[in-house]
């Protein structure tokens, strides 16, 4: 339960009155190795579900931004172009870093 408050709370103090556990024991928890490990994996599985949840709605927002290209408003043209832009260099610009730290990855192997 005390990892779940503290991966849905504002702060490790939030967590810890929400648990009602007295601040040495609660973070005794956290210095616990197997605490950390599993708050970890908990962690990672959180962050696994939000970013399937953001793929999921990225196809969506694409075909918005390019049907607002459309729009009467130059305005809203200009700010959809300069969007889809941005957006587009910043994923090539991380294709390239994915591609050369896998190949750095795999030299240290």
């Given at each position: 339960m005390a990892i779940v408050e503290i991966l849905s709370s504002r702060s490790l103090e939030e967590a810890r009155k929400r648990v009602k556990a007295a601040k040495g024991?609660?973070?005794?928890?956290?210095?616990?190795?197997?605490?950390?490990?599993?708050?970890?994996?908990?962690?990672?599985?959180?962050?696994?579900?939000?970013?399937n949840r953001l793929r999921f709605g990225i196809g969506q927002a694409t075909e918005k931004l390019l049907a607002l290209l459309e729009n009467?408003?130059?305005?809203?043209?200009l700010r959809s172009a300069q969007t889809i832009l941005d957006y587009g260099f910043r994923a090539v610009e991380f294709e390239d870093i994915e591609g050369r730290l896998s190949a750095i990855e795999v030299k240290l192997r």
């Open positions: 024991t609660f973070y005794g928890w956290l210095k616990d190795p197997n605490f950390q490990e599993e708050l970890s994996r908990q962690k990672q599985a959180l962050v696994r579900q939000v970013v009467e408003r130059p305005s809203v043209q």
